[in-house]
């Protein structure tokens, strides 16, 4: 099994010390995956910056404009109140989402059997008209549409487990059939969309899956969503890649959210998702880094997708389960729900 692994030095430059995404967060994923000797085991690509035509592929010209604008100051500069901009920023943004295109490229040509992008600043959030929640392109987007266009593949699966709700990655593909995007995050909290009856638009409409789940919900609630809406519809769609938008905020030390996923959820969540893959695309699946602001959290988190990608069985958690989650049943509402909002 060779798993691609997809990251750059430069990433740690866009920096706002104090800020919840900061450089630190990306140390503390490389340190776990050194320390554990995992790097070596992985084959470790370089990223190239994307193009402005790969970025206007997904995003609007004034958004550029914005990051270049940018990039003129000499000071750090609020985009807005969430996001930050240095100097810097939009250069290190190019590297982040040309990991990410680095990455699909290693799976798509055969290079590995799959791969993981450790990127950031994070990019779920950015639409195609605006920089916000801390990123500033689109990552997973922009090697979405990369995919489609230079490899010719006509079905993208793109999962966001991130616990905020990847409302840029649903805009960008809102109205697309070639993409289905499905979500599952804790409701009523940044930014404020990603509900059951956001499904899709035009020819894309039934290709966007929105599972928004209530604060204090544990393993078992992702697991019985996933089994019993992600799976099914995902086997319809039948996808030729799977790109997975993986943030480590739904655990439950999590300062930002409250939802009690514990890193052994995870781990299943993660493995469920290349179970998928090898059952749809030949096991064609690449993971991107998203949020998760407890270091040890988000670095162990990384440490077990690691493992899993590259065929191990070992699991690594400091922290254990919750100290309490609510059970299957009283996720049983929104299971129903979503089942009947898309036939399934």
């Not at 006509?154 to 109205?175: A, K, M």
Request: aromatic fraction near 6%; include cysteine.
């Amino acid at each position: 099994m060779t798993t691609a692994y997809v990251s750059d030095a430069r990433y740690i430059e866009h920096d706002f010390p104090g800020h919840a995404e900061h450089a630190g967060r990306i140390q503390a994923v490389w340190e776990q995956l050194e320390q554990q000797n995992i790097i070596r085991q992985l084959l470790q690509l370089p990223a190239t910056a994307v193009s402005d035509e790969q970025i206007l592929s997904m995003h609007a010209s004034r958004l550029l404009q914005r990051l270049n604008d940018v990039s003129l100051q000499d000071r750090t500069v609020r985009i807005d109140h969430d996001t930050y901009g240095l100097p810097v920023s939009l250069e290190i943004a190019r590297l982040a989402a040309g990991g990410v295109i680095a990455a699909v490229d290693a799976v798509l040509t055969g290079a590995s059997d799959n791969a993981m992008a450790i990127v950031r600043p994070p990019g779920h959030h950015a639409t195609p008209e605006r920089s916000m929640g801390f990123c500033l392109l689109n990552n997973i987007a922009i090697a979405a549409r990369h995919a489609l266009d230079r490899h010719g593949i006509n079905r993208i699966l793109i999962i966001d487990y991130d616990v905020h709700h990847g409302n840029g990655t649903q805009d960008v593909f809102y109205d697309d059939a070639a993409v289905m995007f499905v979500s599952l995050h804790q409701i009523d909290i940044y930014p404020g969309t990603g509900y059951l009856d956001e499904t899709g638009a035009g020819v894309g409409r039934g290709f966007t899956l929105n599972l928004p789940i209530a604060a204090g919900h544990g393993d078992g609630s992702y697991q019985a969503l996933f089994e019993q809406v992600v799976e099914p519809a995902a086997r319809r769609f039948n996808p030729e890649l799977m790109l997975i938008s993986a943030g480590f905020d739904a655990h439950w030390v999590d300062p930002l959210a409250s939802m009690r996923l514990s890193l052994r959820g995870y781990d299943w969540l993660a493995r469920r998702c290349m179970d998928l893959a090898e059952q749809l695309c030949g096991g064609k699946i690449v993971f991107v880094m998203e949020g998760g602001y407890d270091l040890p959290a988000l670095a162990h988190g990384w440490r077990n997708i690691a493992h899993a990608l590259l065929g191990q069985d070992a699991l690594s958690d400091p922290y254990g389960d919750a100290p309490s989650a609510h059970g299957r049943a009283t996720i049983a509402p929104l299971v129903e729900k979503a089942r009947q909002i898309h036939s399934l």
